[in-house]
């Protein structure tokens, strides 16, 4: 299954979703599944736009706007995804401090755990289905997009159980508690979804300003560099950063009294070419030699 049609695939169940929550949350006076249903579409837009990025990212033309590439569309992207999800959660956690202050929402908890279960399930299965398939794709888009569910599905089972025990409580002395089982359920939730956001967040921010590439995405290249150097009795410089679904490499010879003929350079970038293609499909190449410190 390719990452375009998984895209599709998550953008038509956020639309299924966020009709469906936004829609049962009016008709049940739930401050929860309208968050959940507003999360959804949200999510709808956040899914729409990475569709267009990644068309455009696809896109291998050489275009003279982006002279090195666009890679960083990518983690841009999910920096704006993540905000929007972060704002969305504070804001919707202040709502549900002022409910609390306000006496609780009456709620009725049978037909808030009808939607609980139906949620849980789909999302669930919208999110195994995801991590399954990116597996194999190792997409960074995806993988917001895995986040999201995820975040969407414990949401969903948090609902799931805060309405039954709300629905319990009646049956009990504890029942003056019930109005306020949902704003509490909001608050809990979208405090605990922030962890989601902003995990994708750092993540994307890292590779975004460019980050050195950590030690598990050097050591190929690093072992490749190690070789040559010897062979050439030289000392390099690597720089390497991981910028979205592509890794960015200069590395630099420093030759000592010894020249290479053209064809012996180009050799030495395939072996290196031959390194990052263990890491990743898409790379930014540059190898150079030098015989001036200054230059390495």
């Not at 309208?34 to 990025?53: K, Q």
């Not at 455009?56 to 841009?76: V, W």
């Not at 037909?111 to 299965?125: D, F, K, Q």
């Not at 609902?159 to 049956?171: E, W």
Request: hydrophobic share 50%; glycine share 6%.
């Amino acid at each position: 299954m390719t990452e375009r049609k998984l895209l599709y695939i998550s953008l038509a169940a956020t639309l299924f979703f966020a009709l469906f929550g936004t829609v049962w949350g009016l008709y049940t006076n739930s401050g929860m599944i309208i968050f959940d249903g507003i999360y959804s579409l949200i999510s709808l837009g956040l899914t729409a736009l990475s569709l267009m990025v990644l068309k455009e990212i696809q896109n291998y033309k050489e275009d003279d706007r982006y002279p090195f590439g666009k890679a960083h569309f990518e983690p841009l992207l999910i920096i704006f995804k993540s905000v929007m999800l972060i704002g969305m959660c504070l804001i919707s956690s202040v709502n549900a401090v002022s409910d609390i202050i306000g006496g609780g929402r009456v709620v009725d908890p049978g037909m808030a755990l009808v939607y609980a279960v139906i949620n849980t399930l789909g999302c669930g299965a919208v999110t195994l289905v995801l991590r399954g398939v990116n597996r194999q794709l190792d997409s960074g888009l995806l993988d917001a997009e895995y986040n999201q569910w995820l975040g969407d599905t414990l949401l969903s089972l948090g609902v799931l159980i805060g309405f039954a025990l709300s629905y319990i409580s009646l049956m009990t002395p504890f029942g003056w508690l019930s109005p306020y089982a949902d704003p509490a359920l909001v608050l809990l939730m979208s405090s605990i979804f922030l962890i989601f956001p902003v995990k994708s967040f750092v993540s994307a921010f890292r590779e975004f300003i460019w980050i050195e590439a950590d030690d598990e995405h050097r050591q190929p290249i690093l072992d490749e560099a190690e070789q040559i150097a010897r062979e050439l009795d030289a000392e390099y410089k690597l720089r390497m950063v991981v910028v979205g679904r592509e890794i960015n490499i200069e590395l630099n010879f420093l030759l000592q009294q010894k020249s290479l003929l053209t064809r012996d350079m180009d050799d030495i970038r395939k072996r290196v070419e031959k390194a990052a293609l263990t890491i990743r499909e898409q790379h930014w190449i540059n190898v150079n030699f030098t015989e001036l410190r200054e230059w390495l």
